[in-house]
């Protein structure tokens, strides 16, 4: 039972600790509580001039950011609530524009593409977790929630700015985007009686999704290019 579980005594026989020192909880020892996140970015743009008054001009920009951070929600040194968020995010953007520039006339042409492409994943270790335990008896270790997106956007867009006479100037501008965006998310238990190669529960009782056996859903095609 729940009761007779090592990691279920260390939760429930942890001491109230006084409030403002944080230094003074516990933690799961097998638990690394550490993270290792990065970001980088890369960005480029040249400019061509065609004519005294026509100017072509490419901006690219590459980033990537990665986060893998492990930490305890229940400061002690059972599983309760022992989580690690990691995933990772990668961005692209192209543009070129088309310059025209005089005394008089002011315009502007050009055209954009973006691209995104992100991995959210969530662990949640809760062996030791009371509520892990359903009327059946089966008890879930660990849980997995993991959310994955992709996104294309293209542009297109023209401004003018036209000086008529020395006290009349006229502006306009027009833009067209275009979104293309696919998802897909799933929760699933990935540790059952202690054995995480079991048959997942959830998965026996609801089907499966299009990513991994569990509760999910998808829109689109988010793995692929």
């Given at each position: 039972?729940?009761?007779?579980?090592?990691?279920?005594?260390?939760?429930?026989?942890?001491?109230?600790?006084?409030?403002?020192?944080?230094?003074?909880?516990?933690?799961?020892?097998?638990?690394?509580?550490?993270?290792?996140?990065?970001?980088?970015?890369?960005?480029?743009?040249?400019d061509l001039e065609v004519t005294d008054a026509i100017t072509?001009?490419?901006?690219?920009?590459?980033?990537?950011?990665?986060?893998?951070?492990?930490?305890?929600?229940?400061?002690?040194?059972?599983?309760?609530?022992?989580?690690?968020?990691?995933?990772?995010?990668?961005?692209?953007?192209?543009?070129?524009?088309?310059?025209?520039?005089?005394?008089?006339?002011?315009?502007?042409?050009?055209?954009?593409?973006?691209?995104?492409?992100?991995?959210?994943?969530?662990?949640?270790?809760?062996?030791?977790?009371?509520?892990?335990?359903?009327?059946t008896g089966e008890v879930f270790g660990d849980v997995m929630?993991?959310?994955?997106?992709?996104?294309?956007?293209?542009?297109?867009?023209?401004?003018?700015?036209?000086?008529?006479?020395?006290?009349?100037?006229?502006?306009?501008?027009?833009?067209?985007?275009?979104?293309?965006?696919?998802?897909?998310?799933?929760?699933?238990?990935?540790?059952?009686?202690?054995?995480?190669?079991?048959?997942?529960?959830?998965?026996?009782?609801?089907?499966?999704?299009?990513?991994?056996?569990?509760?999910?859903?998808?829109?689109?095609?988010?793995?692929?290019?």
């Amino acid at each position: 039972t729940f009761l007779q579980r090592q990691g279920a005594i260390d939760y429930l026989s942890a001491p109230v600790l006084p409030r403002g020192d944080h230094r003074t909880a516990e933690w799961a020892r097998d638990w690394k509580n550490d993270r290792n996140n990065s970001y980088y970015q890369l960005t480029f743009r040249g400019d061509l001039e065609v004519t005294d008054a026509i100017t072509l001009t490419s901006i690219s920009a590459y980033a990537k950011s990665k986060v893998d951070t492990f930490f305890t929600e229940d400061a002690t040194r059972a599983h309760g609530l022992a989580d690690r968020l990691f995933g990772n995010l990668k961005t692209f953007n192209q543009e070129v524009r088309l310059a025209y520039d005089t005394d008089n006339t002011h315009a502007i042409v050009g055209a954009s593409y973006d691209w995104a492409k992100s991995v959210d994943l969530t662990y949640y270790g809760i062996r030791d977790l009371s509520l892990n335990t359903t009327l059946t008896g089966e008890v879930f270790g660990d849980v997995m929630s993991t959310i994955r997106q992709r996104n294309k956007s293209y542009a297109g867009f023209a401004n003018l700015e036209q000086k008529l006479t020395e006290n009349l100037t006229v502006n306009g501008g027009i833009r067209y985007t275009q979104n293309k965006l696919s998802a897909a998310n799933c929760n699933y238990d990935g540790d059952v009686n202690g054995n995480p190669t079991s048959s997942q529960l959830l998965s026996n009782l609801f089907g499966t999704s299009t990513i991994v056996p569990g509760f999910g859903a998808s829109v689109g095609n988010p793995n692929s290019d």
